[in-house]
């Protein structure tokens, strides 16, 4: 089955580059071209789309406003951000809002494609030059006492979604419903004051 792909990119000449790269690779589907992120909150939410290749910097609204309304409405569609730019500020705004991945607009298209298909299996796909900034702000970061709450049962919960299991494989690795994942989910995220997979996943390998 295809992996079906929205864009967010204002300049043209790239937007049409990222669909051509799609049409031409087996395996994707291109579903919507968007030049704002107002366009995108109208046109996206109402397709089949399983990823969202985000550009953070948009005329208007930002691409990480988009992305946190997008995880509003669509919480099961995945976000990869695109910029120009590796400061660590868009960084955590970007993943804070719901973006599973980060990748620089200099990433190769097979790259690309790789951080896409990996993205759908559950991982955080980033450029090498931002993961390590990611890296570099752990050994900054003291550990969270917010992952001291968290029965025996969440802690299992997080260590899973960390390995990049996907909610159904949770639910049958630890014998319950896909109801009781959600649920177990939702008070991991309300103990660790987080909106997403990855800003939870990120907390839990701080530790």
């Known amino acids: 089955m295809d992996i079906k792909i929205a864009i967010v990119e204002d300049d043209k000449n790239i937007r049409e580059s990222y669909k051509l790269l799609f049409e031409v690779s087996p395996g994707f589907k291109c579903l919507a071209l968007c030049e704002t992120a107002e366009e995108a909150l109208k046109k996206i939410p109402g397709l089949d789309v399983d990823v969202v290749l985000m550009d953070i910097n948009l005329p208007g609204k930002s691409g990480i406003a988009c992305t946190y309304q997008l995880k509003e ?3 099961k569609v995945q ?8 400061d660590s500020n868009s960084i955590f705004a970007s993943l804070k809002a719901g973006a599973s991945g980060y990748l620089l607009k200099r990433t190769p298209p097979a790259k690309i494609l790789e951080a896409i298909e990996d993205v759908i299996k559950g991982g955080s796909p980033m450029s090498s030059q931002i993961a390590r900034m990611v890296v570099e702000s752990f050994k900054k970061t003291s550990n969270d006492e917010s992952l001291n709450s968290l029965s ?20 049958e690795k630890m014998f319950i419903s896909m109801d009781t994942v959600r649920s177990h989910i939702r008070r991991v995220y309300e103990k660790l004051q987080v909106n997403s997979r990855t800003e939870a996943v990120l907390k839990y390998l701080k530790q």
């Open 73 to 75: 409405k669509m919480p």
């Open 79 to 86: 976000i990869v951000m695109q910029t120009v730019y590796d």
């Open 152 to 171: 025996l049962r969440e802690n299992e919960l997080l260590g899973l979604l960390a390995q990049g299991f996907r909610y159904k494989e949770i639910a």
